[in-house]
């Protein structure tokens, strides 16, 4: 009986663990679908809640075999999504890994990026989170981009 009550003490911390895990899981899905919500709908209020004060954007550009990192200004880009424009951008994303200790969250993500309904290109997102008085907000963001091997 005494190891019945164990077991089940067990088992029961584990389930609660696993729930606050799975919940701390969704709020940071939330934070980067926030961005990318933002980006199809034009909303730049909605993208910019995404990303913490003093957040780095980069992309990883391969021109003719060099490889270099190009920084932008999330400002910038923030600018660019609420400027009104006839194409739709919309990045489809799927969740491939979340990493989490405590405040910090690593999110990897493939992703299909189209304007309107055309195909641009496609990659891998990396993000960095921090959980802070605005909840799960993206401090750090770097991509790649490539128009081949997109299945």
């Not at 490889?67 to 932008?72: D, Q, S, Y």
């Not at 910038?76 to 999504?81: C, G, P, S, T, Y």
């Amino acid at each position: 009986m005494k190891r019945l009550v164990i077991f089940t003490l067990f088992l029961l911390g584990f389930a609660t663990i696993s729930l606050a895990q799975n919940n701390e899981e969704s709020a940071v899905k939330e934070a980067v679908n926030r961005l990318f919500t933002g980006m199809k709908t034009g909303d730049s209020v909605l993208t910019r809640s995404a990303f913490a004060p003093n957040a780095v954007m980069q992309t990883i550009v391969n021109k003719d075999g060099k490889i270099t990192v190009r920084t932008e200004l999330v400002n910038d880009f923030v600018k660019l999504i609420g400027t009104p424009h006839k194409e739709v951008y919309n990045e489809r994303i799927v969740f491939t890994k979340i990493l989490m200790d405590g405040a910090l969250a690593s999110v990897w993500t493939d992703y299909k990026f189209y304007v309107g309904e055309k195909f641009s290109h496609c990659g891998v997102n990396s993000f960095q989170l921090v959980k802070g008085d605005q909840g799960w907000q993206i401090v750090y963001i770097i991509d790649t981009r490539r128009k081949e091997r997109c299945n």
